[in-house]
């Protein structure tokens, strides 16, 4: 039976942190859906169908990782939808973990048969998040070791076009 994994997530940007979990995922899951939401109580650098197209971009070399749109609702139902397993999580932190933990426990409640899978992140992406990301590169500091080129692009052009400038970005 094929092994299926929701990987879920507002990806903006997506992050060399996002594809590590998706690479160690890949050896244990047959597929891997990423589902790219929208954070509707924060200001995205991109919006949903440039993180689709970026997202998808940059993953294009993993064969069994497939993008789609989070449509919204419950992330089990999606999960349900594409015929998931397990919902795939990566935690940097104890912060991380008590997060996830908590909806965890709540995905558990609203369907028993979904696990979650936690993949903690590699050493050398336990400081990385979204959220950095968007700070350092508006204020002109070099992240082109900390995510895909194509999405490095694609933040370096947001930027020089200003439509961000002076303005507060969070993850």
């Known amino acids: 039976m094929k092994k299926t994994a929701l990987f879920a997530g507002s990806f903006d940007p997506l992050t060399n942190g996002h594809i590590d979990t998706i690479a160690r995922a890949a050896i244990v899951f047959d597929e891997i859906v990423v589902a790219v939401s929208t954070n509707t109580s924060k200001q995205s650098l991109f919006d949903g169908e440039q993180r689709i197209r970026l997202v998808a971009e940059a993953l294009r070399d993993f064969p069994q990782v497939r993008v789609i749109r989070h449509t919204g609702g419950l992330t089990i139902e999606m999960a349900r939808d594409v015929g998931a397993c397990?919902?795939?999580?990566?935690?940097?932190?104890?912060?991380?973990?008590?997060?996830?933990?908590?909806?965890?426990?709540?995905?558990?409640?609203?369907?028993?048969?979904?696990?979650?899978?936690?993949?903690?992140?590699?050493?050398?992406?336990?400081?990385?998040?979204?959220?950095?990301?968007?700070?350092?590169?508006?204020?002109?500091?070099?992240?082109?070791?900390?995510?895909?080129?194509?999405?490095?692009?694609?933040?370096?052009?947001?930027?020089?076009?200003?439509?961000?400038?002076?303005?507060?970005?969070?993850e």
Do not use: C, W
């Open 86 to 170: 397990a919902l795939l999580r990566g935690v940097r932190n104890v912060k991380d973990f008590e997060y996830e933990h908590s909806i965890a426990s709540m995905n558990k409640l609203q369907a028993p048969d979904l696990e979650t899978v936690i993949l903690l992140s590699s050493e050398n992406y336990r400081y990385l998040s979204s959220s950095l990301i968007k700070e350092v590169a508006m204020f002109g500091g070099d992240v082109s070791t900390l995510v895909p080129p194509n999405i490095n692009a694609a933040i370096l052009q947001t930027f020089k076009d200003s439509a961000f400038k002076g303005k507060k970005i969070s």
